[in-house]
């Protein structure tokens, strides 16, 4: 799939659908210091680096790992979209899990995508990343959070774990939400 990107005659995707999609753009517009855990092939980067503000910086986290003698192919594929879309100055890539490489990570961020791993141990560790680092003011977008009305079958540990741990959090107000994706703003 990289050499048929490379060609054009394939194009990145993701499980985050338009409407998420669009969420995120209007989240993350005018922002500054943003942080993604999970960017597989930068389809969300994208959206998310284009709605910064001009001078605004995106880092993006993934594993990536690296495959004998050549890099990942979907990190191939991430560099090369955000290259098309233009966006590519704008991003910092961490390599690594989101545990792994939060010491390289910003220390303050406004706008924060969890969409890493989703099982319930793992939104627990993205949610101790976000509290450490988001502001007073800042939106984290939590995808797969919420089990879509028309996809019962989709119930990952990371809908318990927000349902749990995060939905009722005193520090945050719930300020929007579409498909399984739920948008909060740190209010302390």
Not at 111 to 122: L, R
Not at 145 to 167: D, L, W
Request: aromatic share 8%.
């Amino acid at each position: 799939m990289n050499v048929l990107h490379a060609a054009h005659l394939y194009r990145a995707y993701s499980q985050t659908i338009a409407a998420e999609l669009e969420c995120l753009r209007k989240q993350a517009s005018g922002r500054k210091a943003a942080l993604e855990i999970g960017t597989h092939m930068g389809v969300s980067a994208g959206v998310i680096a284009g709605a910064l503000a001009e001078d605004g910086k995106l880092v993006c986290v993934d594993p990536w790992e690296s495959l004998p003698g050549k890099e990942h192919p979907c990190f191939s594929i991430c560099r090369r979209e955000l290259g098309r879309q233009g966006v590519l100055a704008k991003i910092e890539f961490l390599k690594g899990f989101s545990h792994e490489v939060e010491n390289d990570m910003p220390q303050q961020c406004d706008f924060v995508f969890v969409d890493g791993d989703h099982s319930y141990s793992g939104l627990e560790t993205d949610w101790g990343i976000t509290l450490r680092r988001l502001v007073p003011g800042g939106v984290v977008c939590l995808h797969d959070t919420t089990v879509p009305p028309n996809q019962p079958h989709r119930n990952p540990g990371s809908v318990a774990y927000f349902n749990e741990a995060i939905k009722q959090h005193s520090s945050f107000e719930w300020i929007d939400g579409c498909h399984s994706l739920n948008v909060l703003r740190r209010i302390a």
